[in-house]
């Protein structure tokens, strides 16, 4: 029996990447065929593969949009696609996976170089690189914005009397925690462009960017920069077997840290930095009508995909904002990410014969998923009836976070879902947030059940 190995990964840890693991092992069964998935999800990576499961493998299948360390699989056969693609169509990859030739000793060599080629070819993908840096950088958003939250338990001002629990509650989240997002944020770009040698330049340019208060946006174009930098540095710079040890270590973060410094000082960061400011000033004095048309447009884009680029953007544009002390956006995108599923589970709620029982067992799932805030879990309805499905989840996230962004709600972590608002101050104006969320969820739900048709039973 030929053995297949897997790894699974998205940008937030949370729902896609462990979906698209059990869809494969599914599949696998099916098939008879011997699968082991890697997840690499918010928690760490989990079933880690071995070098023996490396070595006894057919092939390999990628589902990941962020960096999972592909260099060990050099001279595999490789399946590379989108964690999405897992979940629509995992026998499909698993049959592309057993399609490929194994590798056998005699060509060892020549399919490590024909790896290290693709390897590089697929590095060019600025969204891939993008989502590796959010995926580090949420950890922190989440544990900086929630014990800032928890420091105003103690009062709003507390944090200013030093030698408080409030104060070094503050300290930690804001001082430490979130002075971090920005520079990991940029330092993993870097690495997911130029692997190890990009990671000390994106630090840096990231640190710069937020000392030069450039914000999220300045962190994002140094990490870009100085990845793609100290890649081609590494590409670029040829030394005698001997010395080659130097490029990594000394070369190329001297001149790649050095060059996307100065750029940073002395180019790109004032520009950045101006319209951070301006964006960040409009965000603060927006008016009502402004607001309500950003929520609309943040919350049909959480729906628009579930989980998918255009999702993400929503979600990566919001949690950037956190940086700058703007959580108004970051409250309306949870929202309306947590009401596709659970307008979905209302809908077969209200009109069950308008879904096979399938999809009625599905639904009560799609609850727990949507107060989780894992909008993936609007994907098996979507998949089966799109032209349904996909209008009505952006009309009720778009109702929510307008509502949400209405209403003033702001929101301090960037995840947590319903259970985030049991923490003390995560969450302003709780009741009327909750509210937005109860009237996108309805609204979902209706006009699903008026677009569906019944279920003929033969």
Request: glycine share 12%; aromatic share 6%.
């Amino acid at each position: 029996m030929s053995k297949i190995i897997a790894v699974t990964a998205c940008p937030t840890g949370v729902a896609h990447t462990y979906m698209a693991a059990e869809s494969l092992i599914k599949a696998a069964k099916a098939k008879n065929i011997e699968l082991k998935v890697e997840t690499r999800g918010a928690i760490g990576v989990e079933n880690e593969l071995t070098e023996q499961d490396i070595a006894e493998a057919h092939a390999v299948i990628l589902a990941a949009d962020t960096d999972v360390l592909e260099s060990r699989f050099a001279g595999k056969p490789v399946v590379k696609v989108g964690v999405a693609q897992a979940l629509k169509d995992p026998a499909g990859l698993l049959d592309q996976a057993l399609a490929m030739k194994a590798a056998s000793a005699d060509d060892y060599l020549k399919q490590i170089n024909q790896a290290k080629s693709e390897r590089g070819a697929s590095r060019k993908g600025p969204y891939k690189h993008l989502m590796t840096g959010v995926s580090a950088m949420l950890p922190l958003v989440v544990a900086g914005g929630l014990l800032i939250a928890i420091s105003f338990i103690f009062g709003i001002e507390a944090f200013n009397e030093k030698g408080t629990l409030a104060a070094a509650l503050m300290d930690i989240g804001g001082g430490a925690a979130f002075a971090l997002m920005v520079p990991i944020l940029a330092g993993f770009i870097a690495f997911s462009i130029a692997e190890k040698p990009g990671l000390a330049p994106g630090l840096v340019g990231g640190m710069l960017a937020s000392q030069i208060g450039a914000g999220f946006i300045g962190g994002i174009a140094a990490g870009f920069l100085a990845g793609y930098l100290a890649k081609w540095l590494k590409d670029w710079i040829k030394l005698p077997r001997n010395l080659e040890g130097l490029k990594p270590i000394l070369i190329i973060p001297l001149l790649a840290t050095g060059i996307t410094g100065l750029l940073m000082i002395y180019v790109i960061g004032e520009p950045v930095k101006f319209t951070m400011d301006g964006l960040t000033n409009w965000l603060n004095t927006i008016g009502s009508t402004n607001a309500v048309l950003l929520g609309l447009l943040l919350g049909a884009m959480m729906a628009f995909d579930m989980g998918g680029p255009v999702n993400k953007a929503a979600y990566t544009f919001a949690v950037g904002l956190l940086a700058s002390s703007v959580y108004g956006p970051m409250a309306a995108v949870m929202a309306a990410g947590m009401t596709p599923p659970l307008g979905l589970w209302l809908a077969t709620i209200i009109a069950p014969k308008k879904f096979t029982l399938d999809e009625r067992n599905a639904g009560k799932s799609a609850a727990v998923l949507g107060i989780s805030f894992i909008t993936e879990g609007a994907i098996p309805f979507a998949a089966g009836d799109p032209f349904r499905v996909i209008p009505s989840i952006m009309a009720g996230s778009a109702v929510t976070g307008a509502l949400s962004m209405l209403f003033g709600a702001t929101l301090q972590a960037p995840h947590g879902g319903i259970f985030v608002l049991a923490i003390p101050n995560a969450v302003t104006q709780v009741g009327l947030y909750a509210l937005a969320i109860a009237i996108g969820t309805i609204v979902t739900a209706l006009i699903l059940s008026v677009l569906k048709k019944p279920v003929i039973n033969n």
